[in-house]
DNA sequence: TGTTGACTCTTACGTTACGTCAGCCTTTAC
DNA sequence: GTAAAGGCTGACGTAACGTAAGAGTCAACA
């Protein structure tokens, strides 16, 4: 199969299928004589896993790692995939939504507040409220609403310093003093706006690599910090268990 | 309020900032001697106007429009993204039942055919997709609803059994023979409340997926079945043409 | 009053995932 | 044999910023 029926087929364009093979991403099968390339079915395979991630927001680099991975489980992969999916769905169902609200409210002209406004978008006031719902319930997290909007900017301000001094200090190794020090801040931190036990601590921080809307939010701070923030978190946990 | 201050107040950093200005999106109220820029209230208000479209996937360009230009339609532009949405959740839905095919026929990956392995993978648009919501959608909409509303309880009863069969191999191909004539029936039944061209039925497919109110109702009776059926019913007036 | 450190400015190149020509070579069909 | 269709390699364009670099500004502290 030549460039343009694996394209039809996929879905994708030619100039993909060129950008892949320059990344090193899809390499096809073969090559004629002539440089034609040839993409064998296991190609086609490839391709398959490619766009999935792809269509989970995952870059193409973070892609190849995954699939030239040799720890890579076909099943297992599938499986999480599948869960992935249908938090990608929730996203947008959430994202729907708010449209449809902004569309009733519209007809009103700006009854909605700033708050309304933001829900389920405002990434840094309480950003995964859905989620700390599920996990720690409702009342818990009403508290922590209630007083993040009580503080508002000033609260913020604060969140973000400590998110920029755990930054400077992420290439450190989590079990260093340094390190539990400032994420010890975190913990002081939240534990303001709410009441968060070690347990929920540490699962607090496996979200932030297990759920690409925290890690992206929180790297924007620094790269890879979201990770660094887990392995401090759990290891704080730990030590103070 | 400087830039640092905006950018911790919004969370966004204060390079977006500065590209917001270049672009003229958002334009500090003042310019201090030394060129410092200096935001009002108002610009705050402004920028989480354009966080907010932000985070419902419209472009900056987009945003300006939407903002800048008194006369644009926001309730048009809000309409057609949450269109967009709702495709991509079709696609979300389409990938999810791949997914569990592919697990379902565990090892055998042999047994997928390429098209199979695509399917809600197709990103382009089909143009006769738009086409068809153009011409059939408000009308199909407004009929159906009409004599949906007409008939009693025992053609309700009916429909739901049709939608419980449809529930029920919502995960098998939408081309597939068993597919196929369960979704045929929904044709015949429709037929006895109203004249359907495959034409419209097909437009009607496209509808389950394009609003909501088609969506969620229909996945009452199982995840999926909407835009499963979206796909059987383009499938069916395909064969039948 | 000088100096330091935190902030700010502009300029400008880097990044991601391709789109879109341009110029030229192969293959296929009639 | 010739033309259409398809393929190849550059190479520049794009969106929405990230990331320095080099330099000016402001507030506070000595």
Redesign the pocket.
């Known amino acids: 199969m ?4 694996v394209a039809a087929l996929s879905g ?5 299928l ?2 892949y093979d320059e990344l090193g991403l899809l390499i096809p099968a073969k090559t ?6 040839v993409y064998s079915d296991e190609n086609l395979a490839e391709l398959q896993q490619i766009l999935f991630y ?1 269509a989970l927001g995952f ?3 973070q892609i190849k790692e995954i699939l030239t991975n040799p720890s890579f489980n076909r099943l297992e992969a599938l499986v999480s995939q599948q869960q992935m999916l249908h938090q990608k769905r929730c996203q947008l169902d959430d994202m729907i939504r708010t449209i449809e609200q902004t569309i009733k409210e519209g007809k009103g002209e700006g009854t909605m507040t700033r708050e309304e406004r933001f829900k389920g978008f405002d990434f840094n006031l309480n950003p995964y409220e859905q989620e700390a719902r599920d996990r720690w319930g409702d009342e818990v997290v009403d508290e922590t609403s209630k007083k993040l909007q009580q503080f508002g900017g000033k609260q913020q301000e604060k969140m973000n310093m400590i998110y920029r001094r755990l930054a400077d200090v992420r290439h450190l190794q989590p079990d260093s003093e340094e390190a539990q020090k400032a994420i010890g801040k975190w913990f002081q931190f939240l534990n303001t706006i709410g009441t968060y036990s070690l347990e929920a601590f540490a699962g607090l921080g496996e979200m932030y690599v297990a759920d690409e809307r925290f890690t992206t939010n929180i790297d ?1 701070f620094g ?1 890879g910090l979201a990770s660094f923030m887990r392995n401090a978190m759990k290891e704080f946990a730990r030590r103070n268990n």
């Open positions: 030549k460039v343009k029926e994708v364009s030619v100039r993909t060129h950008h004629s004589e002539a440089g034609y390339r792809r870059s193409l680099k924007q790269g």
